[in-house]
């Protein structure tokens, strides 16, 4: 067992657990948001599937208008309407014009469109007063060319994305299935919500914020429940866990006489690492059982959603092969001091925002147990070992909500 590992040494191990190819499925467009595709897709089909226009105008012979202005309108006559999806079906010779509405296709013969702004219609006739260009056609294949691949194996599917899927003529997509993600609570004075609240005894947090961060993540959480810190407890849970690509676990990795978790994982498991020169989440574990990898996260609240964040997260990106990267970082100006601490990274939690520049504030009381830093920061402040930051200085920052 390796410990007291830097941060990169502990995610280079935590990255080389993240071993085999998760299943797939085939899910209709609607339902396939926030997944990850698991095959290239090409465009089905030309967009535009030929050259059309992107205003509202007249489409003509750009010859016949070469002159018109404010003062010389030129004079045409109109021979058809063609709004979208209602192609012209004959061809517009000298002296003609058709109108032609945002979507439409260019009618045959015409090589230029002016927009209805720059016409009066009178009757059968439209008086141009600027000339007909060909700025406002869209080529054919402008946006989408048939059978060129834009979204990749790998991609996370965005709005964005699901729509270009669909412009591309995909009704379903093949994406990866949502890795399976146990998440075990444990402690003697940790109590479901709801329940009455014994002296001394802690509501459950920790399966609630980890849940969302795991669904964030790609993932699917499986809530296992909580167990006291007695090993044959734990023991049991372990063996009915079912099947999961990554288990959590909350508390009893600390050096305490009733930290089970590690106790029970160097026996009936592997321990790959313990111990991680940060804060917070210093103790976090990392094992095998089996062949399950195992994220042993320290209890305290805010820990074990910074330890998931840093370690947990980029697991499962590396587990669905995704294409983005698991967090960034920024560099902001911090407008309050931080504290860093003697020999270890230490990950702050701030308001990021942007006023002139980006700038960060601390969320107030810094302590791991103050689960409002995270419910309310929305970055990491990274201070690199014995390193405080005062007001004003640069200091580098990881957005918490993901920006691509
Ligand atoms: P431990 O890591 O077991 O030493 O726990 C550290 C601190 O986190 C203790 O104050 C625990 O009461 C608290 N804690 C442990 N598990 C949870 C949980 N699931 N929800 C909220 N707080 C917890
Ligand atoms: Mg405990």
């Excluded at 959603?305 to 997260?313: A, D, I, S, W």
């Amino acid at each position: 067992m390796r410990t007291n590992l830097s941060v990169e040494e502990a995610l280079e191990l935590v990255l080389a657990e993240a071993r085999g190819e998760l299943a797939t499925e085939e899910l209709p467009l609607a339902q396939a948001l926030g997944r990850v595709l698991a095959e290239d897709l090409p465009s089905l089909v030309d967009h535009p599937d030929q050259d059309d226009t992107a205003i509202d105008g007249y489409a003509c012979r750009q010859v016949d208008a070469l002159s018109a202005g404010p003062e010389s309108p030129v004079r045409l006559r109109v021979v058809g309407e063609s709004p979208a999806g209602r192609p012209f079906p004959g061809e517009v010779g000298p002296g003609e014009a058709v109108a032609v509405f945002t979507g439409a296709p260019i009618p045959r013969g015409a090589d230029a469109v002016v927009r209805v702004e720059d016409t009066r219609r009178e009757g059968e006739y439209v008086l141009l007063f600027a000339p007909a260009s060909p700025k406002d056609i869209r080529p054919k294949g402008d946006d989408l060319r048939r059978g060129e691949v834009y979204l990749r194996r790998g991609d996370l599917l965005t709005p964005g994305r699901l729509g270009l899927a669909a412009a591309m003529g995909h009704p379903r997509l093949r994406v990866f299935r949502r890795p399976r993600v146990g998440i075990l609570s444990t402690g003697d004075e940790v109590v479901e919500p709801g329940e009455p609240l014994p002296y001394g005894g802690v509501y459950n947090s920790n399966a609630y914020s980890l849940l969302g961060l795991v669904w964030e993540a790609g993932g699917e959480p499986v809530l296992l429940g909580k167990v006291p810190d007695r090993p044959e407890a734990l023991r049991e849970v372990l063996a009915q866990a079912g099947p999961l690509d990554l288990l959590l676990t909350s508390g009893g990795v600390s050096m305490g006489a009733y930290d089970v978790v590690r106790q029970v994982l160097e026996t009936e498991g592997q321990v790959v690492f313990w111990k991680v020169r940060q804060q917070p989440g210093g103790p976090l574990l990392m094992a095998r059982l089996g062949d399950l990898p195992v994220l042993g996260l320290p209890g305290n609240p805010v820990s074990s959603m910074v330890t998931f964040f840093l370690y947990g997260r980029p697991f499962l990106f590396r587990l669905l092969g995704r294409t983005d990267p698991p967090y960034r970082s920024l560099r902001a100006k911090a407008l309050t001091p931080f504290k860093g601490a003697r020999g270890k990274r230490v990950y702050r939690r701030g308001v990021l925002s942007f006023e002139g520049g980006l700038v960060v504030r601390s969320t107030g009381n810094q302590s791991s147990g103050v689960l409002r830093s995270m419910a309310f920061g929305n970055a990491l402040v990274v201070l690199p070992p014995d390193g405080d930051v005062g007001t004003e200085e640069e200091v580098e920052v990881i957005p918490l909500t993901f920006v691509l």
